[in-house]
């Protein structure tokens, strides 16, 4: 599979048949290389409700008929807006036709805040395990450390794992570092960075601070095989 990192937390999987993209935050996002009316994707995944990773999945799940796969009160709110969705829980695995998506604990918050300025809650946050052609891919979505990370690495071998190290709303590299210990994953890639101002970090302090693990620090629009 053709694995891309887009800014923030913007991750794109390609596989034989199908492009995946998960937290689709275009707009506003002053990192990404992506365009809204270029996004042709099969599927979006979403981690929880903010809208640093909702962002534009309304009218690109839209554009394209995608399937939303997303936590379940998100995905019902995404269906009240339209889209063609699926809704999963914490710790729930389902088989679709283009991979296999499971739902781990992320310690944070899952609300979207309208274009009123309300806000509606979408139940609990997430992380991605995605597995596909062979290989796992987990996206931690928004999350501090926590240890039961350990357990998802043992029960899963991760082959990439998307951290976020932006610190303030998430663990931060220090934190971030001790979770690819505990991970355990062949190789991971720093996101959720540099987007704003309270969440500038350094990757490669990041990246000095893992010791034996391997960690690849992507510009957005980079892409590798995996
Ligand atoms: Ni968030
Ligand atoms: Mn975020």
């Known amino acids: 599979m053709q694995i891309s990192y887009h800014g923030h937390s913007i991750v794109k999987i390609k596989t034989g048949e199908f492009t995946i993209l998960i937290d689709p935050f275009i707009n506003g996002n002053k990192l990404t290389d992506l365009v809204v009316e270029n996004?042709?994707?099969d599927v979006i995944l979403l981690t929880h409700g903010h809208n640093d990773h909702v962002?534009?999945?309304v009218e690109i799940?839209?554009?394209?008929?995608?399937l939303v796969v997303a936590p379940n009160e998100l995905a019902i709110y995404m269906g009240m807006q339209g889209l063609r969705t699926h809704?999963?829980?914490l710790g729930g695995a389902k088989e679709f036709e283009f991979g296999t998506v499971k739902f781990t604990q992320a310690f944070?918050?899952?609300s979207y805040?309208?274009?009123d300025d309300e806000f509606i809650y979408t139940g609990m946050p997430a992380g991605i395990l995605f597995t596909a052609e062979g290989k796992t891919i987990y996206h931690a979505g928004d999350t501090a450390l926590f240890g039961d990370m350990e357990l998802i690495g043992r029960r899963h071998p991760i082959d990439v794992a998307f951290l976020p190290i932006g610190d303030n709303f998430t663990m931060g590299p220090k934190d971030a570092a001790y979770a690819v210990k505990l991970l355990n994953p062949k190789l991971t890639i720093p996101v959720?960075?540099?987007t704003f101002p309270p969440i500038e970090q350094n990757p490669?302090?990041?990246k000095a601070l893992v010791l034996k693990h391997e960690v690849k620090i992507m510009t957005p629009g980079e892409v590798f095989e995996c």
Not at 61 to 66: E, F, L, Q, V
């Open 39 to 41: 996004e042709k994707p």
């Open 192 to 194: 959720h960075f540099n």
């Open 108 to 110: 944070h918050s899952s």
């Open 204 to 206: 490669e302090v990041f």
């Open 113 to 115: 805040q309208t274009e």
């Open 61 to 66: 799940a839209k554009a394209n008929d995608a």
């Open 87 to 89: 809704g999963m829980n």
């Open 55 to 57: 962002g534009d999945t």
